[in-house]
């Protein structure tokens, strides 16, 4: 009941601040209930904070929740979710990995950020979330050899560069397929043996995706630019004073 108040707290307080945020709430330490407690509990907590928001007089939020434990993946997989609504590039980077498996033989692709191992995009088929873990495990796999064998004797670097790639080979005749796209995201694949023997077909259709992703990025790059130049010449031209056009104050996401 405390969790709950608090919640309404912060949601009352930012909902006045910007009427558009959206609310993601994480609900942990699930790890200890059966799966139809879980869902049951998810459901229980929703209906009580939209009830206590809507008796508040507080309508038309959005609130979503996720389960969450520190002892899986389902953490990493709630951020990933969150995230993605904060990337207006998602459609088309869809669209892109869509493409890339029906082309390609692969059964699922996920576009990593390498670091903190969120998916920042996936292909429309529904996500397992074994093979989310598999993915993460995959890209902690490549970083730790990495840093033992791969730095150069100078010792600077990283160990995660340009030409990174690895391939797994699983018992249930499984491949795990690793390519560096950029110096912060990788594509990690799971496809079957039988059609990896056409490696050099994956390998080039993945140099198209690479080359899509990198113009995807440069078109906002330019737009951005072009808003901040835009700006900066409206600021130059207000002779001192507070400039009457401002930057538009875009929809925030809020994690409890």
Do not use: W
């Not at 004797?153 to 491949?175: H, Q």
């Amino acid at each position: 009941m405390e969790a709950l108040s608090k919640l309404h707290m912060t949601v009352s307080r930012a909902f006045k601040v910007n009427p558009n945020i959206k609310f993601e709430v994480f609900i942990h330490k699930v790890d200890g209930l059966s799966d139809d407690h879980k869902i049951e509990t998810q459901r229980d907590i929703h209906q009580r904070a939209t009830d206590e928001l809507t008796d508040a007089g507080l309508e038309g939020l959005h609130l979503s929740f996720y389960l969450t434990s520190i002892y899986d993946h389902s953490i990493f997989e709630a951020f990933s979710k969150v995230v993605q609504k904060l990337v207006p590039q998602l459609p088309t980077l869809e669209n892109l990995l869509n493409i890339l498996i029906m082309n390609s033989g692969i059964e699922k692709a996920f576009l990593f950020d390498v670091v903190s191992k969120i998916y920042v995009a996936t292909d429309s088929s529904p996500v397992d979330m074994q093979s989310y873990e598999l993915c993460c495990d995959m890209i902690d796999v490549v970083i730790d050899i990495s840093c033992i064998y791969g730095l150069r004797e100078e010792g600077d670097g990283s160990a995660y560069d340009v030409e990174t790639s690895s391939v797994i080979k699983l018992n249930n005749n499984t491949i795990l397929y690793l390519r560096e796209v950029n110096r912060f995201l990788a594509l990690v694949c799971i496809l079957r043996e039988d059609n990896f023997v056409r490696k050099g077909l994956i390998d080039y259709n993945f140099h198209c995706f690479r080359q899509a992703i990198s113009e995807v990025f440069e078109v906002r790059k330019q737009l951005r630019t072009t808003s901040e130049s835009a700006y900066s010449n409206i600021t130059s031209h207000s002779n001192g004073s507070v400039p009457t056009i401002g930057k538009v104050r875009g929809d925030t996401a809020v994690v409890v």
